[in-house]
């Protein structure tokens, strides 16, 4: 066993081969003991012990489980408690107690929350009217909209890689707290890039300011400094883009590691390379343009979020990828699903985002779905593919201790579909329940709210008898 032990250090030292699970220096995991109670977000931070979710037991009787893990679908049925996880039971026993509420499932497909790793929640329909686009109560009220096309897609949580404001923070916190119904949001804040780079190409300087969506820095130490900035907000991630120098880079993912987040980068050209040398952990989309960048992120343990679907829209309702200084190469669909299948080739780890902007969200669950065809267009079997969508995206967020396989101790995100997605994916769209964090979110495939439940009444010499 030791001599075994040996060899895999030896030959991971040699050949480079990534540990997905390496421990990062700065993760405060290491500073926590497992029954220290922490935020369920990448900041993990300590809160005030006790219960969470949902009072009382749910059970989902019966069903075909897809955990997740790589296992095939089984009979069985899932046990929660609260917001976890507590057992998965075989299909023939009813080991639950007797006033759990209990949902039959049969026949249907039990599987982990989706996870969305590319959304930009308050970004406008339309970027023709400069006042709404940038006023953001309307940008919290379209942020609230998206969040049910996601959920009622069967996604329960959102990494938002650029947004306005604190909005994508007040999302997150209401969801958390159950107030609106959406997927979990890990938000970015503000995407942080130079002047005149990735998403203030073609945009005039008053709409970038005003939205807010977008942090402009220059030299390291004003890198460094947006990055705290993101951090203040409450940010679970942080994102970055081209242009930068390698000092700006290097201090900007400097930064985020030892504040303890990951760093997800839209680059173009040789910035990617860069990028993988300044320790970034993940490359969105499909551009990473050399043999050499491919390996160096291979070697590194650097993931992609490739997506691959805003382009094809892109492509079908534009012709093209026009204008845009930061993508000074020649873009394809077909050139972007080889990327792809290089990417898989060269054994890096892909995760699933859509990158909806504008209207597309309207969209859903579609280009969801069709990412995940690429993905099979790409060599991935169909379940290999569900597992990029759950597992892997919860190990690229930085929440694969808590989400991404129903497993006892998971927290409970979990979908129900009428169907097999496992062996037909359009069948995703068949969502019948979405569990998150314990809560039925969606019921007989739309957003269910409760009736509100009143608080006891207050006392007051005032009100009506029946109310004191
Ligand atoms: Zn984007």
């Not at 590194?300 to 829209?313: C, E, F, H, R």
Request: proline share 6%; aromatic share 6%; net charge neutral.
């Amino acid at each position: 066993m030791k001599m075994k032990a040996l060899a895999l250090i030896l030959l991971t030292a040699v050949l480079g081969v990534p540990n997905w699970t390496q421990e990062r220096p700065q993760d405060r995991r290491r500073f926590l003991d497992p029954k220290t109670q922490v935020s369920d977000d990448p900041r993990r931070i300590v809160v005030k012990p006790g219960p969470r979710g949902p009072e009382g037991t749910l059970v989902l009787r019966g069903g075909r489980i897809f955990d997740g893990t790589g296992a095939p679908a089984h009979e069985g049925t899932l046990v929660i408690e609260r917001n976890k996880i507590v057992k998965i039971l075989p299909a023939s026993s009813s080991d639950w107690p007797k006033d759990a509420q209990v949902i039959d499932v049969s026949g249907k497909t039990v599987l982990p929350g989706l996870i969305d790793l590319h959304t930009h929640l308050t970004y406008p329909l339309n970027e023709e009217n400069f006042g709404l686009a940038s006023n953001e109560a309307d940008a919290t009220l379209r942020g609230a909209e998206k969040l049910r096309y996601f959920i009622e897609s069967g996604i329960t949580s959102v990494r938002d890689v650029g947004s306005q404001g604190d909005v994508p923070f007040r999302l997150k916190e209401w969801v958390r707290e159950n107030r609106i119904p959406g997927p979990r949001v890990f938000p970015a804040g503000a995407f942080i890039t130079g002047e005149g780079g990735h998403s203030t190409e073609n945009t005039p300087d008053e709409l970038i300011l005003r939205m807010g969506a977008t942090r402009l820095a220059s030299g390291p130490d004003d890198w460094r400094q947006a990055v705290r900035e993101q951090f203040h907000k409450g940010a679970d991630v942080i994102k970055l883009g081209s242009h930068f120098s390698a000092e700006e880079i290097k201090a900007a993912v400097t930064e985020a590691h030892e504040l303890g987040l990951k760093v997800t980068v839209d680059s173009e050209t040789f910035y990617i390379q860069r990028a993988v040398e300044a320790g970034a952990d993940t490359i969105e989309h499909p551009l990473p343009r050399s043999e050499e960048t491919i390996q160096l992120m291979a070697r590194k343990g650097v993931a992609a979020d490739p997506t691959l679907i805003p382009y094809q829209i892109i492509f079908d309702e534009w012709g093209g990828y026009f204008g845009s200084t930061s993508r000074r190469f020649t873009f394809s669909k077909d050139a972007n699903l080889e990327m792809l299948k290089r990417l898989r080739k060269a054994g890096i780890k892909c995760g699933v985002g859509t990158d909806l902007i504008l209207h597309w969200y309207r969209y859903m669950p579609g280009p969801y779905i069709r990412e995940l065809k690429n993905f099979v267009d790409a060599g991935w079997s169909v379940p290999e593919a569900l597992v990029a969508a759950t597992k892997t995206n919860s190990e690229i967020l930085d929440m694969d201790d808590r989400l991404g396989t129903l497993q006892a101790g998971k927290l409970a995100d979990v979908l129900v579909v009428n169907g097999k997605p496992d062996e037909n994916l359009d069948d995703l769209a068949k969502v019948e329940l979405v569990v998150r964090d314990g809560y039925q979110v969606v019921v007989g495939g739309h957003v269910a709210i409760p009736r509100h439940s009143a608080e006891k009444a207050w006392k007051s010499a005032t009100a009506p008898a029946e109310m004191k």
